[in-house]
Every structure is written in structure tokens, then in C-alpha cells.
């Protein structure tokens, strides 16, 4: 059992690419996974050869710092270093004590909550108006922006989202029994709207099972496959571009909808229903309904 995270002062490609792929297999996450193999290449380099030790974390986490990075960005690969210290102190390949040491690195503490992004109502529908829909592609992009819009989807989620999904229940349309993250179930109710939407691209499209969202050919033809949840973000940018409003990713969106339901009058346990959320204080720093801009306090200051 080793003592360091590697022994030898030079570790081999061999052992290197054994521990990366061990990190690999450690978590189920495409998107986990890809931040934590950044974390290990990243320190890698750092570390020149030298064996994984605390001193060499605390250089690391220090030189993330000094590039930049957010918090919320360091603490994600400190994480995907512990789970590697974690993963080959299970296998045997690494000192319990050892171990203990190596992820007793501290993350870096961040302050108050993020405003995040989200459009207005009239944003959303200039964005949803800046497509084109005279082409079975525009009819796609419009029902997956709709869904977003009106739904509160992960990207994740829609491109997951199978025909079967969609059924009546107490007479309305839902996306039920969807599995969204860490395994969490919920039923999501479909707005007229956002129905529609759906109904002209399946119609026009013949899709009556399988995927919702499909890869379609240069001819305009469509596949059987799913379209990826990178493809589902390209659609948000370039339809965003179009419609003038600058950077907006698919996760903006969700924010966009749980934010117009609770200016609506949703009540905040209906909109942590809708998002999926385990908890209520979630869904609380998630819309930081604490902090009304557009009413703001300061604004009734008279001078």
C-alpha cells in the first residue's frame, strides 16, 4: 500500500492513464466526468512528476486561485481530487492516513449568492419569435426552446426525453415520471403553449415514439437518434444571437422560467416542485428571491 498518491518520482504513462481511468469509472455524470479528468490532467502538470502530496494540492488549489478561477470552479476539482484519493484508498492502492491528509485540503469559501441569468417576458418572446418555423428544423428548435421556456427542463432532461414520456394525467398534459438528476423523479405539466410546439414538430416530423428531440441530416431529413444535450445548447446560442440577446445557455432558461412562475404569483413550493429540487432553500437561492432588482429597495431613496 502506498503512502503517496503514486510512488515512484517519475510515474509511468501506464500508471497515470490507470489512475485516470479509475477516476473515469468512479462517477456516472458525462458532465461530472469531464470536469473531474480537467482537475487530474491539470495537476498532473502541475506536479511535473513529483508524487501527489498535500503540499502539492495546496500548490494547486493556490495556482487555481491565482488564475482566477470561481470558487464554485476550484472546489469542483478539489472534489474530483478527493474522489480519486478516495477511489484508490478503496482499492488498496493508497494509506488510509495518507488519504485522510490528502483530502483534509480545504476548498475555497465563497460569499453570498450569485444573480445568475434570465430573461424578461418580452426577452422570451423575442427569442422564441426570432425562429424560423417555415423548415421542419425550425420546428424542432421551437419546441425544444419552448420546453425550456415553459417547462423548466435540464438540457440533459430534454435530450433524454422519450415520446413516452408525455401523457395525460388529471386531464392535462405532462412529461411524467421524468428522471432528472441524481436520480430524483417528478412530473412536469406541460403548458398549452409548449404543447403545441411539441405537437407541430412530432407531427411534422412522424415521430409517435422513441426520442422527442432527434439529430437531423443536411438534407432536412430526420434520424432516430437523440439529439445531444451540446446540440440543445447550440440551439439556445445561435437562436439567442439571432435574437439579440447575447450569451444565454439552456440552464438560462430554466432559471427564465422558474423566475416568471414566481412573478406570476407561484408559490415557492410549486416552483421546487417544478425544478426537481430536493430541498426548498434550493430553490430559494436559486431564484435568490431575497433580492427583488426590478422593484428594488434603493429606488424609493429620494434625494
Given amino acids: ?176 415520471d421524468l428522471i432528472g438528476k441524481r436520480g430524483r423523479v417528478r412530473t412536469v405539466p406541460i403548458p398549452l403553449a409548449a404543447k403545441d410546439a411539441l405537437d407541430e414538430w412530432t407531427c411534422a416530423a412522424g415521430i409517435f415514439s422513441g426520442p422527442v428531440f432527434r439529430r437531423m441530416r443536411k438534407g432536412g431529413s430526420v434520424t432516430g437518434l437523440a439529439l445531444s444535450a451540446w446540440a440543445i445548447w447550440d440551439v439556445v446560442q445561435t437562436t439567442a444571437k439571432t435574437a439579440e440577446i447575447g450569451h444565454l445557455g439552456p440552464h438560462d432558461l430554466r432559471r427564465t422560467c422558474a423566475k416568471l412562475c414566481r412573478k406570476a404569483g407561484g408559490e415557492l413550493e410549486q416552483v421546487q416542485a417544478l425544478l426537481g429540487h430536493e430541498d426548498l432553500s434550493t430553490t430559494a437561492r436559486y431564484l435568490n428571491s431575497t433580492q427583488d432588482i426590478q422593484h428594488a429597495v434603493n429606488d424609493r431613496i429620494s434625494l
Fill in 1 to 176: 500500500m502506498s503512502s503517496c498518491l503514486y510512488k515512484t518520482s517519475l510515474p509511468n504513462s501506464d500508471s497515470l492513464t490507470a489512475m485516470r481511468q479509475m477516476l473515469s469509472n468512479s462517477v456516472v455524470s458525462r458532465h461530472t466526468k469531464f470536469a473531474y479528468l480537467i482537475a487530474f490532467d491539470d495537476l498532473v502538470k502541475l506536479a511535473a512528476g513529483r508524487p501527489i502530496s498535500r503540499m502539492v494540492l495546496m500548490e494547486y488549489r493556490a495556482s487555481m486561485v491565482t488564475e482566477g478561477l470561481s470558487a464554485a470552479t476550484i472546489n469542483l476539482r478539489l472534489c474530483g481530487i478527493r474522489k480519486l484519493v478516495n477511489e484508490a484508498r478503496e482499492n488498496g492502492l493508497l494509506d488510509p492516513a495518507e488519504a485522510v491528509r490528502l483530502t483534509s485540503v480545504p476548498g475555497v469559501p465563497q460569499s453570498g449568492i450569485r444573480l445568475g441569468t434570465w430573461l424578461t417576458r418580452e426577452e422570451t418572446r423575442r427569442l422564441l419569435a426570432a425562429v424560423d418555423r417555415s423548415e421542419l428544423i425550425g420546428k424542432r428548435n421551437f419546441a425544444i426552446l419552448s420546453v425550456l421556456c415553459f417547462c423548466a427542463l435540464r438540457r440533459e432532461e430534454l435530450a433524454k426525453l422519450d415520446s413516452g414520456l408525455i401523457q395525460l394525467r388529471e386531464g392535462r398534459w405532462v412529461f411524467a
